[in-house]
C-alpha cells in the first residue's frame, strides 16, 4: 500500500471516529436516564447522607453537571478527529482530552462491572459494558489514527 492510501485510510479512519465519539454523547444521556429509572434512592440516603428533597436537586444537578462536561468534551474530541481527518492542522490537546476520557471511560466500565448487585436487570448491564467498552474503543482509536496519520504525514515531509 502506498503512503498516500495509508494517509487516506488512516483519515477516513480518524473522521469516522469522531464521528462514533460525538455519537456516543447520546450514550450518556441514556446512562443516566437509565440511572434514574433504576436508582434506589435509599442507597442513595445511604451514599450521600442526604434525605428528601435535597437529595433530589443534588443528585440531578450533578448529574446535569457531568452530562454537560462530557456532551462538551465528546463534542470537542469528536469535532477536532473529524476536522483532521478532512485534512485541517489540528493541535495535540485534543488528543490529550481523548485519552483523558477515555481513561474515565474505563473508570466507569469499572464501576457498572462492579455494581451488578444494584441492579435489577442483568441484560442492562451488559448492554452498558458492552456500549461503554466501544466508546472507549472510539476514543482510542481517534487518539491511534492521528498519531500514525501525524507520524506518516511528518515522515512525508
Known amino acids: 500500500m502506498t503512503e498516500q492510501a495509508k494517509i487516506r485510510r488512516l483519515q ?13 454523547g447520546i450514550w450518556s444521556l441514556v446512562k443516566i436516564g437509565l440511572f434514574l429509572a433504576n436508582v434506589d434512592e435509599n ?9 428528601g428533597i435535597a437529595l433530589t436537586v443534588t443528585v440531578y444537578v450533578l448529574l446535569a453537571v457531568i452530562v ?5 468534551v465528546r463534542v470537542y474530541v469528536g469535532l477536532s478527529a473529524r476536522a483532521e481527518g478532512y485534512g485541517k492542522k489540528k493541535g495535540s ?15 466507569t466500565l469499572y464501576l457498572i462491572a462492579v ?4 441492579v435489577n436487570s ?5 448492554a452498558a459494558i458492552a456500549i461503554e467498552a466501544t466508546s472507549i474503543a472510539a476514543l482510542v482509536l481517534v487518539v491511534v489514527s492521528a498519531l500514525r496519520l501525524r507520524h506518516i504525514s511528518k515522515k512525508l515531509g
Do not use: E
Open 122 to 126: 442483568i441484560l442492562v448491564v451488559v
Open 12 to 24: 477516513d479512519t480518524l473522521t469516522i471516529a469522531g464521528g462514533g465519539v460525538l455519537a456516543f
Open 68 to 72: 454537560l462536561i462530557d456532551m462538551g
Open 115 to 118: 455494581s451488578t448487585s444494584f
Open 43 to 51: 442507597l442513595l440516603r445511604w451514599l450521600f447522607g442526604i434525605n
Open 93 to 107: 490537546l485534543y488528543l490529550i482530552v481523548a485519552l483523558a476520557a477515555a481513561v474515565v471511560n474505563a473508570f
